[in-house]
Structures are given as C-alpha cells and as structure tokens.
C-alpha cells in the first residue's frame, strides 16, 4: 500500500522560512517524480515544484522561483519543500504527490497525471 504522507505544516509569520516534509512508503521511490502542489481557499491547486527520484532534474512552476527550493533523500525516501520568506499570500493547504511518468513542466500543469496524493499539511502565515 502506498503512503504519501506530508508534515511541517503550521501558523507561522510573515518573512519567516519553512520546510515541509513528505514521506513515502510502498513505492520505489527512485523510480517516481515526488511534486508539491498548493491550494488556498476558493483557487484551484497550484503546481510549485517537482524532484525525479534520481534526483537529477528539478523544475519549478515561472510563478514561484526563487521563493521555494525543493530536495530529496531516497535514503529516507522523503522529499522537502523548502519556503523561503513566508508572507500571507503563501497561506494554503499544501500537498505532495508521486508520478510514474517521466518528467516534465506539463506534471505541473495538470494535477490528473500525479499517481498518488497526500491528505496535505497546512500553513498559515500571519501578516
């Protein structure tokens, strides 16, 4: 049974950094592209970043780089997503996800072609 499973989430202020953490359990980890998504209340979810299992490509959706940095650990098989000066725009529930496709910009446009999802880690960040 596969797990995705995300934490670090919380209240937080405005220009503070985060880092959230996402688990995975009963898949090769290696052989699947880990993303972060997010969505606040009343938008449609967002694509921010991806990660290849390998390790060896990392995208990020025009609209966020610079703001967020993301990693891997296939050791842990677990990915971070790195928040840097949080402000309350950023406020949303956010998301992991695994695919098994290959990588590319399109698995950030289109939330359908993610394999499994997590239930999400919420942050909050007070202005």
């Known amino acids: 049974q596969v797990q995705v499973v995300e934490s670090g989430g919380g209240l937080v202020q405005s220009g503070e950094s985060l880092r959230l953490s996402c688990t995975t359990s009963g898949l090769t980890f290696e052989t699947y592209t880990m993303g972060w998504f997010r969505q606040a209340l009343g938008k449609e979810r967002e694509g921010i970043s991806y990660?290849?299992?390998?390790?060896?490509?990392?995208d990020y959706a025009d609209s966020v780089k610079g703001h967020f940095t993301i990693s891997g650990d296939n050791a842990k098989k677990t990915v971070y997503l790195q928040i840097h000066s949080l402000q309350p725009e950023d406020t949303a529930m956010y998301y992991c996800?695994?695919?098994?496709?290959?990588?590319?910009?399109?698995?950030?446009?289109?939330?359908?072609?993610?394999?499994?999802w997590g239930q999400g880690t919420q942050v909050t960040v007070s202005s």
């Open positions: 990660i290849t299992g390998s390790g060896s490509k990392i």
């Open positions: 996800a695994a695919a098994s496709r290959p990588a590319g910009w399109w698995l950030l446009r289109d939330s359908s072609l993610w394999d499994y």
